[in-house]
């Protein structure tokens, strides 16, 4: 079992930078891949980013490839996002999700465990 929480959420305004963490708790946080997922008001959820167990393959969703990053530290059990030059149409919960299949494909039934989520706001 894993155990995923997610902080750093907010209100900010377009163009500005916000970094999302997901701290895991549980079995080893090293052999999981992690990505982040989002659900705007009315909408399905969808994919944002992945990265693999070690971290050396990354994927993104098209609309924030080049805007977001996502990172991890297996020292720290953290996987993060940092988000840059956000826009209105970001706005959504961000749900952080962990499982110990291979591929960093934008699946969200691959994930078998999933935190809470952090809203973040952007304003125009």
């Known amino acids: 079992q894993v155990q995923l929480v997610e902080s750093g959420g907010g209100l900010v305004q377009a163009g500005d930078s916000l970094r999302l963490s997901c701290a895991a708790s549980?079995?080893?946080?090293?052999?999981?891949?992690m990505g982040w997922f989002r659900q705007a008001p009315g909408k399905e959820r969808e994919f944002v980013a992945a990265?693999?167990?070690?971290?050396?393959?990354?994927n993104y969703a098209d609309s924030v490839k080049g805007r977001f990053t996502i990172s991890r530290d297996n020292a720290e059990n953290t996987v993060y996002l940092q988000m840059n030059s956000l826009k209105p149409e970001d706005t959504a919960v961000y749900y952080c999700?962990?499982?110990?299949?291979?591929?960093?494909?934008?699946?969200?039934?691959?994930?078998?465990?999933w935190g809470q989520g952090t809203q973040v706001t952007v304003s125009s």
């Open positions: 990265i693999s167990w070690i971290g050396g393959i990354t």
């Open positions: 999700a962990a499982d110990g299949s291979a591929g960093v494909r934008p699946t969200e039934g691959e994930y078998d465990y």
């Open positions: 549980g079995r080893t946080f090293s052999r999981y891949k």
